[in-house]
């Protein structure tokens, strides 16, 4: 079973569209992340989740915006996406703050 | 505010050589510390970690790193390497006694072997 799965693994869409990438975790973690990787492999965290609480929240633009239905799910939705917004998404969940990171297989997003 | 650095960008070694990879962050406090790899194509997977206690930690595949608290250092070592790890590696911490932490990425460490 995967632990942590995110959809679609692949995206491809034009700017200015609106698009969601989805994450559910089965291992009953209380914390949520979306992290982004650009070309360059470089790794960035973008929000974290609690037990479905807004905890951290980076220097993001609005058009990003998490939402957590309850604390198995972390979905990521991108409004008037733009060419800078592609990259790599990675979901992942740990047991508490600071406690290891299990990471999703990630959302490779191309943006045309 | 924490950074860790990891001064190698891209390393290359051939099958059996030893490896070590550095990792420095700029925390004065308490910190839990990690090591990642990404295997070509992969998801992110925890190697090794340290929170507390002896500070040289084995991890899988035969990795270890050693906590050097003096020099806000945690760097990555194998005796020998094999064409499997292949990969970029990337150091990670946490500032342990802070609420709201979050686990801050180095910017990563690519290994090539040749086989």
């Known amino acids: 079973d995967t632990a942590v799965s995110q959809t679609p693994k692949y995206l491809v869409t034009q700017m200015g569209n609106d698009k969601s990438i989805k994450c559910e975790q089965n291992?009953?973690?209380?914390?949520m992340y979306w992290y982004k990787q650009d070309s360059k492999k470089f790794l960035k965290i973008m929000f974290s989740?609690?037990?479905?609480?807004?905890?951290i929240n980076e220097t993001v633009p609005n058009r990003f915006s998490p939402k957590s239905p309850d604390k198995a799910h972390l979905n990521l939705h991108i409004n008037s996406l733009e060419l800078g917004d592609s990259a790599v998404y990675f979901c992942?969940?740990?047991?508490?703050?600071?406690?290891?990171?299990?990471f999703g297989n990630g959302t490779r997003l191309t943006v045309t | 505010a924490q950074s860790v650095s990891q001064h190698n960008h891209h390393v290359i070694l051939s099958e059996a050589a030893s490896l070590e990879l550095g990792c420095n962050y700029s925390?004065?406090?308490?910190?839990?510390l990690f090591w990642y790899v990404q295997y070509p194509g992969q998801h992110l997977q925890l190697l090794l970690k340290?929170?507390?206690?002896?500070?040289l930690v084995k991890g899988i595949k035969g990795f270890e790193a050693e906590f050097i608290k003096s020099k806000f250092s945690f760097n990555l070592r194998k005796p020998s390497v094999q064409w499997s790890d292949t990969a970029e590696y990337f150091c990670?911490?946490?500032?342990?006694?802070?609420?709201?932490?979050?686990?801050?990425f180095g910017s990563g460490t690519r290994l090539s072997i040749r086989p």
């Open positions: 992942a969940s740990s047991r508490d703050e600071g406690s290891p990171l299990h």
């Open positions: 925390y004065g406090g308490t910190v839990n």
């Open positions: 340290y929170f507390s206690g002896d500070p």
């Open positions: 291992l009953g973690h209380d914390t």
């Open positions: 989740y609690n037990n479905k609480e807004l905890i």
């Open positions: 990670a911490v946490n500032e342990a006694d802070s609420s709201a932490s979050k686990i801050i």
